[in-house]
T-cell receptor
Framework: DTAVSQTPKYLVTQMGNDKSIKCEQN?????MYWYKQDSKKFLKIMFS???????INETVPNRFSPKSPDKAHLNLHINSLELGDSAVYFCASSQSQVGETQYFGPGTRLLVL | AQSVTQPDIHITVSEGASLELRCNYSYGATPYLFWYVQSPGQGLQLLLK??????LVQGIKGFEAEFKRSQSSFNLRKPSVHWSDAAEYFC??????????FGTGTRLQVFP
């Protein structure tokens, strides 16, 4: 069974469109994250949620809106996509204790044309 | 603010050779340190982590890392590299907010 899953795996879209990426974890964790990996492989946290509550928001544009319907799911909605949004987006989850391991999903490769 | 530096962007080794990937961090308190590996087209997998206690940490796939507070380092080592170890390796530091700060990664290439 996949611990952290993301859909879709690939997403190709036009500038200006709105798209969503879904993430689900079956590990029973109460904290979930979104990371962005740019073309140079640099990984940076975007958001974290703990029990459906936003904990970390790393100065991400308002066009990005995470939504957590329950603690096993954290979706990422992106409005008015821009070329610079092209990246790999990783979802992760962990128990909400300092130093706990974060488990990553396989990533969603977003290409904005 | 915390930061992580991986000085080597790209390392090439022969299969069977030893490996050391460097990682230096900047953090005011005792850090939580991690090494993740990313195979091409895949997500990140934890190799090992340092939380407290013994400064030499054993991980999966025969990897180990040593935390040296005096040098602010957490270098990853493997005595004998296998071709399947070719991947991107990321060092990360965690703070008390569950946030991970990643280094820029080191790409490992293994020649037969």
């Amino acid at each position: 069974d996949t611990a952290v899953s993301q859909t879709p795996k690939y997403l190709v879209t036009q500038m200006g469109n709105d798209k969503s990426i879904k993430c689900e974890q079956n590990l029973g964790h109460d904290t979930m994250y979104w990371y962005k990996q740019d073309s140079k492989k640099f990984l940076k946290i975007m958001f974290s949620y703990n029990n459906k509550e936003l904990i970390i928001n790393e100065t991400v544009p308002n066009r990005f809106s995470p939504k957590s319907p329950d603690k096993a799911h954290l979706n990422l909605h992106i409005n008015s996509l821009e070329l610079g949004d092209s990246a790999v987006y990783f979802c992760a989850s962990s128990q909400s204790q300092v130093g706990e391991t974060q488990y990553f999903g396989p990533g969603t490769r977003l290409l904005v044309l | 603010a915390q930061s992580v530096t991986q000085p080597d962007i790209h390392i090439t080794v022969s299969e069977g050779a030893s490996l050391e990937l460097r990682c230096n961090y900047s953090y005011g308190a005792t850090p939580y340190l991690f090494w993740y590996v990313q195979s091409p087209g895949q997500g990140l997998q934890l190799l090992l982590k340092y939380f407290s206690g013994d400064t030499l940490v054993q991980g999966i796939k025969g990897f180990e890392a040593e935390f040296k507070r005096s040098q602010s380092s957490f270098n990853l080592r493997k005595p004998s590299v296998h071709w399947s170890d070719a991947a991107e390796y990321f060092c990360a530091v965690g703070d008390n907010t569950d946030k991970l700060i990643f280094g820029t990664g080191t790409r490992l290439q293994v020649f037969p």
